[in-house]
């Protein structure tokens, strides 16, 4: 079955499936996988509907092709000059200009008709049962569930592919890679299945795209501005996509992975991220001292900053700031406080240094701190308490 699928896709340009439809198939893998020659297999209605639409057009490409050629290479050969044939003289006909177009004014309309049915089904996030928004970031993904069941979850999403499989940058990996290789993550989007899930999309720095194929959704996320899309998905699974919009440096370690579970099991999860958004949940009155912060901030640091500042506080030459002897890390600390909140324009740099108000008043101050009290730094200000943080947020 698998091996006829793929002739089928081979000979038709990823069109015919030998007739049998891919989402029949015994097992569903919601990512790519090796030698994969036809689109994922849909676990969505809507995703079946562009499947077999697509599918549909395909069949109508091969009829056109395999007519106009056919006739054409049956003229060239039936009437070659070695034959004794001579070319017609007439200038006009009547009824083929009549043919060349009726025929595809109704082979438009057969293709359109099907088409923006879908295509209008693709656009309708009316009544959904959960709401969830998806920020692009560089370079991770941050989720907050807005209305349903799960309201008030959230959490960011990164990479977590270890540095050993993808190596340094002009280094070579030291372990093997895995099977999901750049394709997971440290904190999974988790939905119901068979509920309707209305995603919206924005960012907070540059350009970004939300896409997982098995579900046929696919949505850019522009700072500025709100998009939105949905999905039903009626398969228990884990379904991986990624950016697909060139979003900068670490552009291709920015996956997305959804977990679809039973209503039972969601319900489940939902209890838990609220038990342990609560036990995570820092008063911000409590005053810290500065080896804690250090300690917190570094954990902050691991996970948020390093892409673009790098470990070393370096930065990245001629792309992103360094923190090591950076002014605004040594100079005053209310400075860096805003720029953390609120970001801030590096027109030395070609990318702009985003705002992190997701993240805690204490992770922030955390991670001030640290910056403050490491690699070369000696700021004279070298301590940021959350009260700080949540102070200059109100403002």
């Known amino acids: 079955m698998t091996y006829a699928t793929r002739l089928g896709a081979m000979l038709f340009g990823l069109a015919a499936t030998a007739?049998?439809?891919a989402w029949a198939a015994p097992e569903i893998t919601g990512r790519p996988v090796e030698r994969q020659l036809n689109m994922q297999p849909p676990v969505t209605g809507?995703?079946?509907?562009?499947?077999n639409l697509h599918n549909y057009m395909m069949w109508i490409c091969l009829a056109i092709f395999v007519g106009v050629f056919g006739v054409m290479f049956y003229s060239v050969f039936k009437h070659r000059k070695s034959l004794g044939h001579k070319p017609a003289t007439f200038h006009e006909s009547t009824a083929v200009e009549i043919a060349w177009t009726v025929v595809p004014f109704l082979i438009v309309i057969g293709m359109a008709l099907p088409a923006t049915k879908t295509v209008v089904a693709l656009k309708d996030?009316?009544?959904a049962d959960i709401t969830i928004k998806a920020t692009g970031m560089q370079w991770k993904w941050g989720y907050d569930y807005l209305k349903g069941e799960g309201e008030g979850i959230s959490f960011l999403s990164n990479l977590s592919t270890p540095r050993e499989q993808i190596g340094l940058p002009g280094q070579p990996a030291t372990q093997p890679k895995t099977e999901n290789y750049l394709l997971e993550v440290d904190n999974e989007m988790v939905v119901p299945v068979g509920k309707k899930i209305r995603m919206v999309f924005t960012a907070n720095d540059v350009i970004h795209a939300w896409t997982?194929?098995?579900?046929a959704i696919k949505q850019d996320a522009i700072p500025g501005f709100v998009r939105d899309g949905w999905f039903k998905a009626d398969k228990i699974g884990v379904y991986r996509?990624?950016?697909?919009?060139?979003?900068?440096?670490d552009h291709a370690f920015m996956p997305i992975v959804v977990r679809v579970v039973s209503a039972e099991d969601y319900t489940a999860w939902v209890e838990?991220?609220?038990?342990?958004?609560?036990?995570?949940?820092?008063?911000?009155?409590?005053?810290?001292?500065?080896d804690e912060l250090k300690t917190r901030g570094e954990q902050v640091y691991a996970a948020n900053?390093?892409?673009?500042?790098?470990a070393n506080g370096k930065g990245v030459p001629n792309a992103f700031a360094p923190l090591d002897g950076s002014e605004i890390v040594n100079g005053p600390k209310h400075p860096q406080i805003d720029i953390l909140l609120n970001g801030q324009d590096t027109p030395r740099y070609p990318s702009m240094m985003p705002g992190w108000k997701q993240l805690s008043d204490t992770e922030i101050a955390a991670v001030i701190t640290y910056t403050r009290n490491t690699w070369s730094n000696k700021a004279a200000e070298n301590i940021v308490q959350p009260a700080e943080v949540l102070a200059a947020r109100s403002k």
């Open 241 to 249: 996509g990624n950016c697909v919009e060139l979003c900068g440096k």
């Open 125 to 127: 996030t009316s009544n």
């Open 19 to 21: 007739g049998i439809p």
């Open 305 to 310: 900053c390093v892409a673009c500042h790098q």
């Open 272 to 290: 838990g991220e609220k038990k342990k958004m609560a036990a995570l949940a820092d008063d911000p009155n409590k005053v810290w001292t500065i």
């Open 212 to 215: 997982i194929p098995a579900f």
């Open 46 to 51: 809507v995703g079946v509907d562009i499947y």
